[in-house]
Structure formats: structure tokens, C-alpha cells
């Protein structure tokens, strides 16, 4: 039994590595990730990945910090310490919008990057993880799960004929830069 995780596909171009994964969709090959040193439209919607709920995160702490300072303005201004200032109302809303829009903005900024971290399991500290360094300069990498896959040699054949200009086995899931 082989202990190979996974099988890369290192391609040098960026059309050839698209047309590597039309073969391997074609031959109901699935493809576990697609590693590239720059974005590549149309790689989401031909991989299946679907948009992203950060913006309803977005909008959730946007509410929330909103509401906040909405009603901590409310509460300072009216019922803890209300002044009477020229005989204006105390409660007058246009004075708050200015502050509400900067919390607004603050929360829904944090939340969204937090969010974004916590989604990612990026957090300060944590070592990179990549399939191949290359990647991340001037690589493009299809990474398949070579366990409960068709044949091995099979993939090789399919990722050679689309332009591989290199095909690796994986032992292990991630390279470090150690």
C-alpha cells in the first residue's frame, strides 16, 4: 500500500493548469485544492466554490456596533446626565449620526477581519501551510487526494497529457518552511 497523501500537478501556466482541471473533471477525478501565486478568474466557479458569507458577517457587526453606541449615546446623553443646552431636545437624533456611522464602521471593519481569521485559521503565529513553496511564487498547483482514488499512474497520465510540467507525490499533507 502506498503512503502517498496526495498527488500535485505543477503546471507553468495558468491555461494549462484550467485545462488540467477540465481533464480531471472530465475524467471524475476529484480535485482537493488549487494552489496559484496570483488570482485567476473563473477558478471558483469551475472548482464548485461557493461565495463567500463574509459580507452577512459584515453586516451582522455593523448592526451590532450600530445598536451599541446608539444606545450608549442614548443612555448617556438622556437618562444618565441629560443638559439642557440652548432649550434643545436631548434626544436629537442628527447629533448621534456622525458617531453611529464611525462605530458602525469600526465594528463591521474588526468583525469582518476577525471573522475572516477565525474562518481561515489564520492567526498570528501560525507557521504557512502549502502543498509546494513554488506555489506562492511562480507555480501553479492542482493538489488531488490520492486515498480511494482511481490509480495513481492514471492521474499522472491525465495531469502529463494537460501540460504538467511536473507531477509529485505527496507523503504528507503540507510543507513547512522550516
Not at 469551475?46 to 453606541?69: E, P
Amino acid at each position: 500500500m502506498s503512503s502517498t497523501k496526495y498527488i500535485l500537478g505543477v503546471f507553468d501556466d495558468p491555461d494549462e493548469m484550467m485545462h488540467g482541471i477540465d481533464k480531471l473533471q472530465k475524467n471524475s477525478v476529484p480535485i482537493y485544492d488549487v494552489y496559484t501565486p496570483m488570482p485567476i478568474h473563473g477558478i471558483d466557479a469551475k472548482l464548485g466554490v461557493k461565495d463567500s458569507r463574509l459580507g452577512y458577517a459584515a453586516f451582522m457587526f455593523g448592526c451590532m456596533g450600530g445598536t451599541t453606541i446608539f444606545t450608549l449615546v442614548y443612555y448617556f446623553l438622556v437618562h444618565d446626565w441629560p443638559m439642557d443646552i440652548g432649550g434643545k431636545n436631548a434626544f436629537a437624533i442628527p447629533d448621534f449620526i456622525p458617531v453611529t456611522f464611525e462605530w458602525t464602521v469600526l465594528f463591521a471593519s474588526y468583525g469582518m477581519a476577525f471573522t475572516f481569521f477565525f474562518a481561515t485559521h489564520l492567526f498570528p503565529g501560525r507557521a504557512p501551510r502549502v502543498m509546494d513553496l513554488r506555489a506562492t511564487n511562480d507555480k501553479f498547483v492542482i493538489a488531488i487526494d490520492a486515498k480511494g482514488n482511481i490509480p495513481h499512474e492514471d492521474i499522472t497520465n491525465i495531469l502529463k497529457e494537460a501540460g504538467a510540467s511536473e507531477v509529485k507525490h505527496n507523503d504528507r499533507k503540507y510543507v513547512s518552511y522550516e
